[in-house]
């Protein structure tokens, strides 16, 4: 069973940083596609970031409201993915949720995801 634990969130103001880490255990997922997803309260859970396999490329794929402000990347030897956060604003506070894909194609759709995490609470502060 593949188990997904995030961590890295907290309250931060607006403009700061934060950086979210999200590890796998029970398997290997390096041939795994990895997203990001967040849910701000009373909206719908929405795509964030995903990252390829090194083998399919390794590229990386984002929403247009995070787009030059995040990134995302993996560690393979660490079986984790990060979510570097920069210029955060006030509507990037969510609860985010890191996910795996078994499959090798991008998608940005959660229903595409197999694996979640429980999430991690970001809050930025303006």
């Known amino acids: 069973q593949v188990q997904l634990v995030e961590s890295g969130g907290g309250l931060v103001q607006a403009g700061g940083s934060l950086r979210l880490s999200c590890a796998a255990s029970g398997r290997t997922l390096s041939t795994y596609v990895m997203g990001w997803f967040r849910q701000a309260p009373g909206k719908e859970r929405e795509f964030v970031a995903a990252i390829k396999a090194i083998n399919w490329s390794g590229g990386t794929y984002y929403a247009d409201s995070v787009q030059g402000r995040f990134v995302i990347s993996r560690d393979n030897a660490k079986n984790t993915v990060y979510l570097q956060m920069n210029s955060l604003k006030a509507e990037d506070t969510a609860v985010y949720y890191c996910?795996?894909?078994?499959?090798?194609?991008?998608?940005?759709?959660?229903?595409?995801?197999?694996?979640w995490g429980q999430g991690t609470q970001v809050t930025v502060s303006s």
């Open positions: 996910a795996a894909r078994r499959y090798s194609d991008i998608t940005y759709s959660e229903r595409g995801y197999d694996y």
